[in-house]
């Protein structure tokens, strides 16, 4: 028996296949886990925690993974809208399933910014809304 594997040769055609895109899903009304699903969900659910969660922040993360749109809080509004769309969009430029961010509306109310636009996923689009 052989300890070691055996050499591929350059000749040898190498598949690459996507995995599925199963998460537990948590619902927010009860925050607790209500099971699977891939998908359009999946994705959804992916965006939120990957615009939520503080870049460089949190070690379980790899340092390619959240936003930096906190550092944006207190600074000029045309500077947060000039910087905001490149941000999120290489937030989540890491994730394979997501095509493009587009569609960006902004509104403001008092000190507050409601932003919202448009995901573009390989399985739809999402709209969502971020307020700062």
Avoid: C
């Avoid at 996507?18 to 659910?45: C, F, H």
């Avoid at 809208?81 to 999120?88: A, D, F, G, Q, T």
Wanted: proline share 2%.
């Amino acid at each position: 028996m052989a300890t070691l594997p055996e050499v591929i040769g350059f000749d040898t055609d190498i598949v690459i296949a996507s995995q599925p895109s199963y998460t537990w899903i948590i619902n927010r009304n009860t925050m607790q886990v209500s099971g699977m699903d891939k998908g359009l969900e999946a994705v959804r659910q992916a965006v939120e925690i990957m615009l939520y969660t503080e870049r460089f922040k949190w070690q379980i993360y790899s340092t390619n993974f959240g936003s930096e749109v906190d550092t944006l809080v207190g600074d000029d509004y045309a500077y947060i809208i000039s910087e905001l769309p490149r941000m999120v969009t290489e937030a989540l430029s890491v994730d394979s399933r997501v095509v493009s961010v587009e569609e960006w509306s902004f509104e403001r109310a008092g000190t507050s910014l409601s932003v919202s636009f448009t995901v573009h996923t390989v399985f739809g689009d999402l709209a969502e809304v971020i307020t700062i």
